[in-house]
T-cell receptor
């Protein structure tokens, strides 16, 4: 089955530093990757959608200059939290969706989720 | 706009008894609907999905869900709960009419299974 990995699984950093989180699709090519954040005991909230080779599309209220997303290849997307603050502490989860098949987007495309990265900013 | 409502934040059942996790959706388009499960400190795992084929969808681990358009519901069921089913369950709708197929998550239902 489709496997998505994230690295690191957890990270602790000081306030004001930047943290990079990697999301990789291990056995398929992901033309689209999504980044979510999940606060304790809450649901997942979509932060941004990233398509390979183009700029990410951010959801309303998400600062694009603070959460930098790069999707440079079909198997790797990175999220960089710049100048992190304690309120950025959260569980960050990525998902990946496979690309077009024969030029026709399948309506049954499924997003495969990574295991998440727990960020704690001191 | 698409949305999902999970009617119960917590459900507790005894091992071996049926499980019912309720979900209602709102969608302007023909929706794709999913149930995901999240075990503690783990990623989300797809249980099952509905994409306008059969209305009764069978998933992994004995779970199934029935799409009822008249009731705008997509409740998740399992005949007999197992201790390993204890987890958080999310009902999710996807906008199949949009270009990005964004997923909209419900607030989750925490399932506890008592021995």
């Amino acid at each position: 089955g489709a496997v998505v990995s994230q690295h690191p699984s957890w990270v602790i950093c000081k306030s004001g530093t930047s943290v990079k989180i990697e999301c990789r699709s291990l056995d398929f090519q992901a033309t689209t990757m999504f980044w979510y954040r999940q606060f304790p005991k809450q649901s997942l909230m979509l932060m941004a959608t990233s398509n390979e080779g183009s700029k990410a599309t951010y959801e309303q209220g998400v600062e694009k200059d603070k959460f930098l997303i790069n999707h440079a290849s079909l198997t790797l997307s990175t999220l960089t939290v710049t100048s992190a603050h304690p309120e950025d502490s959260s569980f960050y989860i990525c998902s990946a969706r496979s690309g077009l098949a024969g030029g026709i987007r399948s309506l049954t495309d499924t997003q495969y989720f990574g295991p998440g990265t727990r960020l704690t900013v001191l | 706009a698409q949305s999902v409502t999970q009617l119960d934040s917590h459900v507790s059942v005894s091992e071996g008894t049926p499980v019912l996790l309720r979900c209602n959706y709102s969608s302007s388009y023909s929706p794709s609907l999913f149930w995901y499960v999240q075990h503690p400190n783990k990623g989300l795992q797809l249980l099952l999905k509905y994409t306008s084929a059969a209305t009764l969808v069978k998933g992994i681990n004995g779970f199934e869900a029935e799409f009822k358009k008249s009731e705008t519901s997509f409740h998740l069921t399992k005949p007999s709960a197992h201790m390993s089913d204890a987890a958080e369950y999310f009902c999710v709708v996807s906008d199949t009419g949009g270009a990005t197929n964004k997923l909209i998550f419900g607030t989750g239902t925490l399932l506890a299974v008592q021995p």
